[in-house]
């Protein structure tokens, strides 16, 4: 299994960039995909982007398409997402996740382990 830990969430204007990291503890990391998701305050939590094993596959939600970019390092057991353009709606408690269901997913039930989250906030 993996432990994924967030970091680099932060306060930022509309229109910065922002890269947040995820650091996946556990050997096998590569054998899992991954995602990101996101929660706003009294909404759902909704996906953002998900990455294959090999890092050659990645889906986005189309409200972040062509603005957000997930990779990951296998080598260092890492997942990125940058944030470019970055709007007040994209105002969230981010998560990353990893699935063993080698399909690509925006379900978050496909996903079995996730972070605590970090908190990125657009101001306007």
């Known amino acids: 299994q993996v432990q994924p830990v967030e970091s680099g969430g932060g306060l930022v204007q509309a229109g910065d960039s922002l890269r947040l990291s995820c650091a996946a503890s556990?050997?096998?990391?590569?054998?899992?995909?991954m995602g990101w998701f996101r929660q706003a305050p009294g909404k759902e939590r909704e996906f953002v982007a998900t990455i294959s094993w090999s890092g050659r596959s990645t889906y986005y939600a189309d409200s972040v398409k062509d603005r957000f970019t997930i990779s990951r390092d296998n080598a260092k057991n890492m997942v990125y997402l940058q944030m470019n353009s970055l709007k007040p709606e994209d105002t969230a408690v981010y998560y990353c996740?990893?699935?063993?269901?080698?399909?690509?997913?925006?379900?978050?039930?496909?996903?079995?382990?996730w972070g605590q989250g970090t908190q990125v906030t657009v101001s306007s």
């Open positions: 996740a990893a699935r063993t269901n080698p399909n690509r997913s925006s379900v978050t039930s496909d996903y079995a382990y």
């Open positions: 556990g050997r096998t990391f590569s054998r899992y995909g």
